[in-house]
């Protein structure tokens, strides 16, 4: 019996779009964190230290996944990093994701994946309470663009829509529970 053809590995992301897609994330969390001064007001005293958000487990079939290295500016906001500041104070943040189609419907429900972290308590501290307290609102990033009341439909119908996920992650977590039968 001759073993299974093996599958060709997925194609690596581009050296140019890993910058591109994670310089437009940290563009996002700013634009979060500025929207909240209490926010900015606490990073600042932590003006210089970095964070490393790494994705543990990644699979080997997918692209690899570059760690995602951010230093906290005098302004209390996020830039990207390519390696992380020196000197003490800095934080690292790993995240489970042995399984990436879970870990996407954990964040559509609303579920905190697995995370382990390392690193300067304070600052860790810090992170924390932002992780508790910002929220992104879309609604009224919206309403600047098309108005108030499309941007209200449009919210609605992403609640909506982010439920019925949810729903859907749901029952796909019981049924893959090891116990249920499945």
Known sequence: MSSP???????????????????????LINHVVSREPIAAQR??????????????????LLPPAPDLILGVTAAGLFERLEVP?????GLRVEIDASNPARLALGALSGDAPSVSVQGDAA???????????????????LAGIVGPMPARQLAQFGRALRRSLSGVAA???TATTPGSGA
Not at 5 to 27: H, K, T
């Open 85 to 89: 500041p020196p000197g003490a104070g």
């Open 5 to 27: 053809w093996p599958l060709p590995p997925l194609p690596s992301l581009s050296p140019l779009l890993m910058p591109a897609l994670q310089d437009r994330l940290v563009l």
């Open 171 to 173: 029952r796909f977590a």
């Open 43 to 60: 990073l600042r005293p932590l003006a210089g230290r970095g964070l490393t958000v790494h994705l543990a487990g990644w699979p080997g």
């Open 123 to 141: 600052f860790a501290g810090e992170m924390h309470w932002l992780m508790d307290n910002l929220r992104w609102d879309i609604e009224d990033d």
